[in-house]
């Protein structure tokens, strides 16, 4: 007899699997169901109007929480945030959700990961986007919201190939400007230096290929470019619009939201301009929960689709739910 | 010229995959790319200690928000409360949440889904576990939280097969004793009868196979049966613990949080004795909240997976986040 069957004898809870372990034809099922021991593919869909989009997760950073994170809070306040959300306090994962939008007549994928460059626990769109049954050659079209790493990097596969071969790049104008002058790099503060070159890495050979828009364009029918700037110079969102129905990509216009959406004056490391942000961030949440507006969110946990609602002082996200019907 | 090329450049965002739509080389990669037309599978991994969960969800059921729904409660205050959690008001999605436990020892399935016979978005169950690749004849142990349609009709295929061939099935003996009984379905009203014939056609030709359990009883090392009762006279919730840490599968402690978890003291239809289901409600809820124990709900938005917070006079559902890593 087991120590497996021993054990339930004596909890009095024998079931007839355990009793008839001896017997071989059932012992195959058992064997045959090791745990997976990973996560199921982090992709979800839902539609705007007649546009069908794809959120797809390519991984976290499990960020330790330490002071100067949240530039102008207390440590101690952003643990408690973080307590008050049911999250860990320790370490804060950071999730990276792309999005695809297919209009019938493009697909478009919205930034582009890290490529596996940033962090050990990322650098899973392409496998991701496999598991939604999409081929990174049917991507037509990359729009870019800005210049950090985590936005830009998966443009390229670890060998340096364009990860998607046959799609038009168009990147905000104000970005390209900032990131690719010289003296702005020189001028930088240290920690921002590697960010310049993984600009120059992604953008360099292909520059004279990338379109370049401004605020207010209409990049695809349907999508258009709304100004989002502080976090960087160029941040941009955009609106997508299909019949009736719109939504709006809030790129990086507030990151995790246990503790910027909840706490819109809080200002994250990551950001270049922290008061026009702030600024930024206030106007927009405040347009998104005044006309109850449907945003994706880049650093939100995934898929990162809800709303913004106002909520005392500061606001909360609440994730749209779930659902099986498109 | 495409009509989408001339609109393109209408808008002034020729891209250059529109450009160059003439050439055939490029046009496979868009006509390669319809939109997928359906939701991706209903799944989702976490652990709780050593264990290893897998949610399923086997669809939703599109319910008319009507008035009787939530007995005690007018119809304006209902779509009021849908409202606010920013859900549509005129139909209520209701999912149906699976979980399956990966304990080492066994692969325990905990309710069964409707077996695609309750709602025309329902029936997703065996679809869904093949994409976590969870094969049915490993199911070792299937457990029964109640006798109601939803949770036990996928014990059969639609051909009336065992769903699970080598899982045992355990179910409450409250539940059996109540639902089994031909005087209590003499008694039952009308719109309960149905279920009645439900059971008998589940359970009736295995009936010498089926164990029952009682409340505390440790029905798989690990898992622990604990009485929620009201709901139905011998509905369960259960405990799951590996290790320091321990989840609650709450199964129909509540009904959809957007109304049951933010006014506990409403009564789903659903309800065989309201004023005890919203007692045993109120008494879990305010365990979870002092304990900041996670929960598994069947009806929640899936992956059902979180917490229940104090929140004035009801509770909050907060989902966990989506985790790549487990």
Same mark, same amino acid.
């Not at 070159?197 to 999508?223: L, M, N, Q, Y």
């Not at 961030?281 to 946990?301: C, S, T, V």
């Given at each position: 007899m087991s120590d497996l069957t021993r054990r339930a004898l004596l909890a009095g809870t024998v079931t007839a699997a355990a009793a008839a372990s001896s017997v071989p034809s059932i012992l195959p099922a058992r064997a045959a169901a090791p745990a997976a021991g990973r996560q199921v593919p982090g992709i979800y869909r839902y539609k705007v109007g007649e546009f069908e989009l794809t959120a797809i997760n390519d991984g976290v950073n499990l960020r330790p929480v330490e002071k100067g994170f949240v530039v102008n809070a207390e440590l101690e306040d952003v643990k408690e945030a973080l307590e008050d959300a049911y999250l860990p306090t320790d370490k804060l994962g950071i999730p990276f959700n792309q999005l695809i939008v297919n209009t019938g007549r493009r697909v478009v994928l919205i930034d582009t990961g890290t490529g596996g460059q940033q962090a050990p626990t990322a650098g899973l769109l392409i496998e991701n986007m496999a598991a939604a049954g999409i081929d990174p050659k049917a991507i037509d079209t990359v729009l870019i919201s800005h210049f950090h790493g985590d936005h830009i990097l998966g443009l390229r596969t670890k060998e340096g190939e364009l990860a998607f071969p046959n799609a038009e790049v168009q990147v905000p104008e104000a970005e390209w400007k900032y990131w690719m002058d010289d003296g702005e790099m020189s001028r930088a503060p240290e920690g921002? $230096?590697?960010?310049?070159?993984? %600009?120059?890495?992604?953008?360099?050979? +292909?520059? $004279?290929?990338?379109? =370049? #828009?401004?605020?207010?364009?209409?990049?695809?029918?349907?999508?258009?470019?709304v100004a989002a700037y502080g976090h960087t110079p160029g941040h941009m969102t955009f609106r997508i619009a299909s019949g009736d129905d719109q939504l709006l990509v809030l790129s990086d216009t507030a990151n995790h939201p246990a503790l910027f @959406?909840?706490?819109?004056?809080? =200002?994250? @490391?990551?950001?270049?301009?922290?008061?026009?942000?702030?600024?930024?961030?206030?106007? +927009?949440?405040?347009?998104?929960?005044?006309?109850?507006?449907?945003?994706?969110?880049?650093?939100?946990? #995934?898929?990162?689709?809800? #709303?913004?609602?106002?909520?005392?002082?500061?606001?909360?996200?609440?994730?749209?739910?779930?659902? %099986? @019907?498109?």
């Open positions: 921002r $230096k590697g960010n310049f070159a993984a %600009v120059r890495k992604t953008f360099g050979s +292909i520059a $004279k290929d990338v379109k =370049h #828009f401004d605020a207010d364009a209409e990049v695809v029918p349907g999508i258009t470019a @959406v909840r706490n819109p004056g809080w =200002h994250a @490391v990551f950001d270049i301009d922290a008061a026009m942000a702030e600024e930024t961030r206030r106007k +927009i949440f405040d347009m998104a929960a005044a006309d109850r507006l449907r945003i994706q969110a880049y650093h939100f946990p #995934f898929p990162g689709t809800g #709303f913004i609602a106002k909520d005392g002082d500061g606001y909360e996200f609440v994730p749209a739910p779930w659902s %099986v @019907v498109l």
